[in-house]
């Protein structure tokens, strides 16, 4: 073994020279070497950082503009169907086309001043390339009774994602045409996807702005260093511009939801901030509380924190993965947006962070406020904390317990449906189109049913339909433009696009219309997306559970606390869907928040949000319980893993958990609902998960199970890769 001085002297040899495990007085694991290789090639990995950011970052501008918004439809279902017919033989008089609805003030809307901007609305639509036919407004169905307004259709002459593109270069010049008594609003899905893209966009980037200051001062209280708590904001700022111009490439191949990066922004800060922090709290420790050289403190790191962030890591995508079940455009590419992100985040902090901290090494207190050395590796407060949940573990486990209970009971009465209109701003041109429509041709004008069928079914569908109680008029049969022999039918529903009773519509007319008859439209194609959501949830929240369970045995090697930890995070979450329910459905706080109650939780919340919550709860499980194991395989004495692991890791899921509800919070405070709806689901998550699962439920389970939460049958252990977390 040589000595203290010698290994220091070897530490700082010639960079091309591959590690050796003398200079380090161990031989370090997988990661440890790949932190030690990359002290050693220092340029080469700061050069490919460098490629990387700097290549892919230039298209990450182009983020916004190239993504759309589009893709919310359920694959192979019926109301696709009829969209894609309607588009190619009926003119693109389809879901996806854009509807501008002209109103006059004074007089006829077809007379005087009205009749020009009608003109001008015909020429400016006539003239764009991606629109299909034209067709100006019809007496007796785009034409309202009193004359005041009409609405000109704008065929889709392009793929959904493209008419969200058509709308907006062109809804600008629609709405500057109103005037002298005349309003022009464009509207329809088209329109309403590039408003709530405009809308979203604003709200985010201001959401950002206040979240990054909020962020970086709760890191200085948390680190007592400027430095130290600037690095994890940067790491994660490479990451998230590495993945924001990767999601623009890929587009080109396959379409991706510009939600993909909105929530891939939201939730890699939040994640890539505690995977930094781990890692810069341990390398710190190691220095400042160890005195190890920077290479042994690199190598300490990865073989410990840097191996709890990897699982983590690796259970966040594992979790997502799952949403890719769900055959929907718009779930499979969040879902891979996010992804994305986490994996660019998680290669800078596996790669790139450990280089940073070697060459700051010390400086990292650069900035210092009184407490730095509270960064040294046992927190004192917290080891207090752990041996008062010792002594009293029924007493704190039951409080937590009854809380978490208390708040996830109201998730039983949780209703959920698709957006209404209500996501949009009330000046936004898209819903002040739609609010005319109604005006001028009743309540479920807006979600006019299209339905395509054979022409020798003609009369029996139109028959049908006008028969249904639940519409209040069809317009007759529009023959395709081709030879297809089917016929395009227009039903007004009685009833809101959001209101539940068409749905109740919809399956009694697909019940008894001809076989040949297909229903659609854009609101019918929200409700085909809400069946096949309710369909997908319990496959997904199986899946997310077992491969969560699998992940956490596989990283513990002890079947029962991989699965009370798995059943706690279960709990959070029901919780966090609990007080969802209180505030969206049921608008607890509503004005203070700033939204308008729509009477249910959006839905693809459930879905795509348990697994977001349970991929977070699963990455401060896997901090605590890694922590513990190493606290275990070191002394063999659940105390010192119960205590021991709070002292070491409880100071940092604190400072990680603060981070994330800021974070998520601040994008809760402005911007349409979902945005906002993922902000306080996910902040409430991480707020109940860190500070009463993680900080109180958790080790209370680890007391009271004692050695049996680390005993693992022989078995398993020969059938487990051997994961431990031990240093040296």
Same mark, same amino acid.
Request: avoid cysteine; glycine fraction near 8%; proline fraction near 5%.
């Given at each position: 073994?040589?000595?203290?001085?010698?290994?220091?002297?070897?530490?700082?040899?010639?960079?091309?020279?591959?590690?050796?495990?003398?200079?380090?007085?161990?031989?370090?694991?997988?990661?440890?070497?790949l932190?030690v290789?990359?002290?050693?090639?220092?340029?080469?990995?700061?050069?490919?950082?460098v490629?990387?950011?700097?290549?892919l970052?230039?298209?990450?501008?182009?983020?916004?503009?190239?993504l759309?918004g589009?893709?919310?439809?359920?694959?192979?279902?019926?109301s696709v169907?009829?969209?894609e017919?309607?588009?190619?033989?009926?003119?693109?008089?389809?879901s996806?086309?854009?509807?501008?609805?002209?109103?006059?003030t $004074?007089g006829?809307?077809?007379?005087?001043?009205?009749?020009?901007?009608?003109?001008?609305v015909t020429?400016?639509?006539?003239?764009?390339?991606?629109?299909?036919?034209?067709?100006a407004?019809?007496?007796?169905a785009s034409l309202?009774?009193d004359?005041s307004?009409?609405?000109?259709l704008?065929?889709?002459g392009?793929d959904p994602n493209?008419?969200?593109?058509?709308?907006?270069?062109?809804?600008?010049?629609?709405?500057?045409?109103?005037?002298?008594?005349?309003?022009?609003?464009?509207?329809?899905?088209?329109?309403?996807w590039?408003?709530?893209?405009e809308?979203?966009?604003?709200?985010?980037?201001?959401s950002?702005?206040l979240?990054?200051?909020?962020?970086?001062?709760?890191?200085?209280?948390?680190f007592?260093a400027?430095?130290?708590?600037?690095?994890?904001?940067?790491?994660?700022?490479?990451?998230?511009?590495?993945?924001?111009?990767?999601?623009?490439?890929?587009?080109?191949?396959?379409?991706?939801?510009?939600w993909?990066?909105?929530?891939?922004m939201?939730?890699?800060?939040a994640?890539?901030? $505690?995977?930094?922090?781990?890692?810069?709290?341990?390398?710190?420790?190691?220095?400042m509380?160890?005195?190890?050289?920077?290479?042994?403190?690199?190598?300490?790191?990865?073989?410990?924190?840097?191996?709890?962030?990897?699982?983590?890591?690796?259970?966040?995508?594992?979790?997502?993965s799952a949403?890719?079940?769900?055959?929907?455009?718009?779930?499979?590419?969040?879902?891979?947006?996010?992804m994305?992100?986490?994996?660019?985040?998680?290669a800078?902090?596996?790669?790139?962070?450990?280089?940073?901290?070697?060459?700051?090494?010390?400086?990292?207190?650069?900035?210092a406020?009184?407490?730095v050395?509270?960064?040294?590796?046992?927190?004192?407060?917290?080891?207090?904390w752990?041996?008062?949940?010792?002594?009293?573990?029924?007493?704190?486990?039951?409080?937590?317990?009854?809380?978490l209970?208390?708040?996830?009971?109201p998730?039983?009465?949780?209703?959920?449906?698709?957006?209404?209109?209500q996501?949009?701003?009330?000046?936004?041109?898209?819903r002040?189109?739609?609010?005319?429509?109604?005006?001028?041709?009743?309540?479920?004008?807006?979600?006019?049913?299209q339905?395509?069928?054979?022409?020798a079914?003609?009369?029996?569908?139109?028959?049908?339909l006008?028969?249904?109680?639940?519409?209040?008029?069809?317009?007759?049969?529009?023959?395709?433009?081709?030879d297809s022999?089917?016929?395009?039918?227009?039903?007004v529903?009685?009833?809101?696009?959001?209101?539940?009773?068409?749905?109740?519509?919809?399956d009694?007319?697909?019940?008894?219309?001809?076989?040949?008859?297909?229903?659609?439209?854009?609101?019918?194609?929200?409700?085909?997306?809400?069946t096949?959501?309710?369909?997908?949830?319990?496959?997904?929240?199986g899946?997310?559970?077992?491969l969560?369970?699998?992940?956490?045995?596989?990283?513990?090697?002890a079947p029962?606390?991989?699965?009370?930890?798995?059943?706690?995070?279960?709990?959070?979450?029901?919780?966090?869907?609990?007080?969802?329910?209180?505030?969206?459905?049921?608008?607890?706080?509503?004005?203070?928040?700033?939204?308008?109650?729509?009477?249910?939780?959006?839905?693809?919340a459930?879905?795509?949000?348990?697994?977001?919550?349970?991929?977070?709860?699963?990455?401060?499980t896997?901090?605590?319980?890694?922590?513990a194991?190493?606290?275990y395989?070191?002394?063999?004495?659940?105390?010192?893993?119960?205590?021991?692991?709070?002292?070491?890791?409880?100071?940092?899921?604190f400072a990680?958990?603060?981070?994330?509800?800021?974070?998520?919070?601040?994008?809760?405070?402005s911007?349409?609902?979902?945005?906002?709806?993922?902000?306080?689901?996910l902040?409430v998550?991480?707020?109940?998960?860190?500070?009463?699962?993680r900080?109180?439920?958790?080790?209370?389970?680890?007391?009271?199970?004692?050695?049996?939460?680390?005993?693992s049958?022989r078995?398993?252990?020969?059938?487990?890769?051997?994961?431990?977390?031990?240093?040296?």
């Amino acid at each position: 073994m040589t000595s203290t001085a010698t290994r220091r002297h070897a530490a700082h040899r010639s960079p091309d020279r591959l590690p050796d495990p003398d200079d380090l007085g161990y031989r370090p694991g997988p990661l440890g070497r790949l932190g030690v290789w990359v002290t050693h090639h220092r340029r080469l990995t700061a050069a490919i950082w460098v490629l990387l950011v700097v290549g892919l970052g230039v298209f990450a501008p182009k983020v916004e503009a190239n993504l759309s918004g589009a893709g919310w439809q359920a694959d192979g279902s019926e109301s696709v169907a009829v969209r894609e017919l309607a588009t190619e033989s009926f003119g693109g008089n389809a879901s996806s086309a854009i509807q501008v609805v002209v109103h006059s003030t $004074d007089g006829p809307v077809t007379e005087g001043r009205g009749g020009d901007v009608l003109d001008e609305v015909t020429a400016l639509l006539e003239s764009e390339p991606r629109i299909a036919e034209v067709i100006a407004p019809q007496p007796g169905a785009s034409l309202s009774q009193d004359g005041s307004t009409a609405v000109v259709l704008a065929g889709a002459g392009a793929d959904p994602n493209e008419m969200v593109r058509v709308a907006d270069d062109i809804k600008g010049e629609l709405e500057a045409l109103s005037g002298d008594g005349v309003e022009v609003n464009p509207t329809g899905a088209s329109l309403l996807w590039s408003d709530f893209n405009e809308a979203n966009l604003e709200a985010m980037l201001k959401s950002e702005m206040l979240s990054w200051p909020v962020t970086l001062a709760i890191l200085v209280l948390a680190f007592g260093a400027l430095v130290a708590a600037g690095l994890p904001l940067i790491l994660t700022l490479a990451g998230l511009v590495a993945s924001a111009g990767s999601l623009v490439l890929i587009n080109e191949l396959v379409p991706v939801s510009i939600w993909a990066m909105n929530f891939a922004m939201m939730f890699a800060l939040a994640l890539g901030i $505690d995977y930094a922090l781990f890692l810069v709290v341990r390398f710190r420790a190691a220095r400042m509380g160890h005195h190890e050289t920077a290479r042994q403190a690199i190598a300490e790191t990865m073989d410990t924190a840097g191996k709890a962030v990897l699982l983590s890591g690796i259970t966040v995508l594992v979790s997502l993965s799952a949403v890719m079940l769900v055959p929907s455009p718009s779930f499979r590419s969040m879902a891979g947006g996010i992804m994305l992100a986490v994996t660019f985040v998680l290669a800078a902090t596996l790669t790139l962070l450990p280089l940073v901290l070697f060459s700051l090494d010390h400086r990292i207190n650069k900035l210092a406020l009184k407490w730095v050395h509270t960064g040294e590796h046992r927190s004192p407060k917290f080891a207090a904390w752990g041996e008062r949940l010792w002594k009293r573990p029924v007493a704190f486990g039951l409080a937590a317990l009854v809380v978490l209970l208390a708040l996830a009971a109201p998730v039983m009465g949780l209703r959920t449906a698709m957006p209404s209109i209500q996501v949009l701003p009330e000046e936004a041109s898209a819903r002040v189109g739609y609010d005319r429509v109604q005006e001028a041709f009743g309540e479920g004008a807006p979600g006019t049913l299209q339905v395509v069928a054979d022409k020798a079914d003609a009369e029996t569908t139109y028959d049908a339909l006008v028969a249904d109680a639940g519409i209040a008029g069809a317009m007759p049969a529009q023959p395709a433009t081709d030879d297809s022999g089917t016929v395009l039918f227009q039903a007004v529903p009685t009833v809101d696009p959001s209101d539940p009773a068409l749905g109740e519509t919809v399956d009694r007319l697909r019940a008894e219309l001809p076989a040949s008859a297909l229903v659609g439209g854009a609101a019918v194609e929200n409700l085909d997306l809400k069946t096949q959501l309710d369909e997908s949830t319990p496959l997904v929240i199986g899946v997310v559970l077992a491969l969560g369970f699998l992940l956490l045995l596989v990283a513990l090697q002890a079947p029962l606390i991989s699965l009370l930890g798995t059943l706690a995070s279960l709990l959070s979450t029901a919780a966090a869907f609990g007080v969802a329910r209180l505030v969206f459905q049921d608008g607890i706080g509503a004005d203070l928040l700033g939204f308008e109650s729509q009477g249910f939780l959006d839905a693809w919340a459930p879905v795509f949000f348990f697994a977001m919550i349970f991929a977070i709860a699963m990455d401060y499980t896997v901090f605590l319980l890694a922590s513990a194991k190493e606290h275990y395989e070191r002394s063999d004495d659940p105390h010192e893993a119960m205590v021991g692991s709070l002292a070491h890791s409880g100071r940092v899921i604190f400072a990680a958990g603060a981070v994330m509800v800021a974070v998520f919070f601040t994008f809760a405070l402005s911007g349409p609902l979902p945005p906002k709806e993922m902000g306080i689901v996910l902040g409430v998550a991480v707020l109940l998960d860190a500070f009463l699962v993680r900080l109180v439920l958790l080790p209370v389970m680890l007391r009271l199970t004692g050695r049996a939460a680390w005993w693992s049958p022989r078995w398993l252990t020969r059938v487990l890769p051997t994961i431990t977390f031990s240093h040296g």
